[in-house]
């Protein structure tokens, strides 16, 4: 359980994840910004409803996804 905590803090010091949505055959990435819950390790993802990967994602589509190191402190996300 060490590991996950570890990995629990690392994330939870991030704001962009590297988002891909496979559908029907067709791939999509885009980068996001998310909140992490660690109790349920889920990922939040913000975007708005009329993106591509937004629309691409559902109960049913494959979402694979990287963290990214923020090395700049963002306070709010932009827009």
Request: glycine fraction near 6%; include cysteine.
């Amino acid at each position: 359980m060490e590991t996950l905590a570890a990995i629990n803090r690392w994330l939870a010091k991030q704001h962009v994840v590297t988002w891909c949505v496979c559908k029907d055959e067709e791939m999509w990435c885009a980068n996001a910004f998310y909140y992490y819950d660690p109790e349920r390790v889920a990922f939040y993802v913000m975007s708005e409803d009329k993106t591509r990967h937004a629309q691409m994602t559902g109960q049913r589509a494959k979402v694979a996804g990287t963290g990214k190191l923020c090395l700049i402190h963002i306070s709010e996300p932009p827009g």
